[in-house]
């Protein structure tokens, strides 16, 4: 029997996430499988000490001093990945796939396994991030003996199947993420970006005018306790675009309507069979497409008067899930069919 071990962030991140999701997938599966929750340091302290990283800043005496800190450490956890039939790298797209940032090559060789990518969608459908990373000489796919996609739509959608690869979408389901009656009517505005900062005025400006009780995201939160503030909202403001959008899964799951200003931002869950990079797109009901203050104002004061704080969480939720099933439920069977070439 197969066992996998998962390569992973600590904290409520979407490799985290994901990898947790997948773990829930295998054990369905009943296949073997281990977290280990701080091996994406582990991967990028297995740099060579020549090779200077191209996409963060630390030192060389800093690199150095890590190397030595986690000696031991780092030892014992090869150790352990030699237990296993295969290796999954739960990270985010592009970082997954920039040179000198983790050391897959140098895993393979010391580890001798198969190591396979999981992220939020293939390169081949994002042409901004191909772009900057072609440039940078950086990889593609093919850096990974396999890989595993949470979406088929990033910038672009992916139209044909591909050799070892396979979409399975995003496992919320063991999570404990469902619709629930909303004791108020609350909007959450997502964390602040760069570049973004007029899109974040404009939305506390009519939420305040509105009178609507708003929880904005700043600072930093454990899993649990963002979780919570999802399961109270009725409403989630993107902040930005999103490559696929974690918070957005989770919101809809918790049966909050997503308001976005651009029906491009939340790239990965447009419905449109031939999505355009940066183009308007197609999204469902329980998404709310704005485009000017006067437009966002007359959305949610029709919203407020409609809203039904048990049924209207339900509607959202029954959105959700029948337009975009594996980005809740996870896709059992596409994991399967790949992971069965592996098996022999």
Same mark, same amino acid.
């Given at each position: 029997m197969l066992k996998v071990a998962i390569l992973s962030r600590p904290n409520g991140c979407f490799p985290n996430v994901i990898s947790i999701g997948l773990a829930d997938l295998l054990y369905q599966l009943e296949i073997s499988s281990e977290?280990?929750?701080?091996?994406?340091? %582990?991967?990028?302290?297995?740099?060579?000490? /020549?090779?200077?990283?191209? &996409?963060?800043? /630390?030192?060389? !005496?800093?690199? @150095?001093? /890590?190397?030595?800190?986690?000696?031991q450490r780092d030892k014992r956890l090869l150790k352990?990945?030699?237990? %296993?039939?295969?290796? $999954?790298?739960?990270?985010c797209l592009p970082n997954s796939l920039w040179n000198n940032y983790l050391a897959i090559e140098q895993l393979r060789k010391k580890s001798n396994k198969k190591i396979g990518s999981y992220n939020d969608g293939s390169i081949d459908v994002a042409p901004g991030h191909r772009q900057r990373l072609m440039s940078m000489s950086d990889k593609g796919d093919e850096r990974y003996d396999?890989?595993?996609? $949470?979406?088929?739509?990033?910038?672009?959608?992916?139209? &044909?199947? @591909?050799?070892?690869?396979? $979409?399975? +979408?995003l496992n919320l389901e063991h999570a404990g993420l469902g619709p629930i009656p909303k004791e108020e009517f609350i909007a959450i505005v997502d964390f602040a970006q760069q570049g973004?900062?007029?899109?974040? #005025?404009?939305?506390?400006?009519?939420?305040k005018g509105l009178g609507i009780k708003t929880i904005v995201l700043e600072g930093t939160y454990e899993l649990d306790e963002?979780?919570?503030?999802?399961?109270?909202?009725?409403? %989630? %403001?993107?902040?930005?675009?999103?490559?696929? +959008?974690?918070p957005i899964a989770e919101c809809l799951a918790c049966g909050a309507y997503v308001f976005t200003p651009d029906s491009s931002w939340p790239m990965a869950w447009r419905? #449109?069979? &031939?999505? $355009?990079? +940066? +183009?308007?797109?197609? =999204?469902?009901?329980?998404f709310k497409v704005y485009n000017s203050e006067s437009e966002l104002r007359e959305?949610?004061?029709? =919203?407020?008067?409609?809203?039904?704080?048990?049924?209207?969480? =339900?509607?959202?939720?029954?959105?959700? =899930? !029948?337009?975009?099933?594996?980005?809740?439920c996870g896709d059992k069977k596409a994991l399967e069919e790949l992971l069965n070439k592996f098996s022999s």
């Open positions: 977290i280990f929750y701080d091996a994406i340091p %582990f991967l990028m302290r297995m740099l060579p000490m /020549n090779e200077k990283p191209a &996409h963060w800043s /630390n030192s060389l !005496h800093y690199r @150095i001093y /890590n190397k030595l800190r986690y000696y352990k990945l030699a237990d %296993f039939d295969l290796i $999954v790298v739960s990270e396999f890989n595993l996609f $949470v979406s088929e739509v990033i910038e672009e959608r992916l139209q &044909h199947k @591909i050799r070892n690869r396979a $979409v399975i +979408g973004f900062e007029s899109y974040k #005025d404009q939305q506390l400006n009519v939420l963002i979780r919570r503030l999802y399961k109270k909202a009725a409403i %989630f %403001f993107l902040g930005s675009t999103e490559t696929f +959008g974690l419905l #449109d069979e &031939h999505p $355009v990079s +940066g +183009g308007p797109g197609i =999204l469902p009901e329980c959305k949610l004061t029709e =919203l407020i008067k409609t809203y039904d704080s048990k049924k209207t969480p =339900l509607k959202v939720f029954d959105t959700f =899930l !029948h337009n975009y099933p594996k980005f809740y």
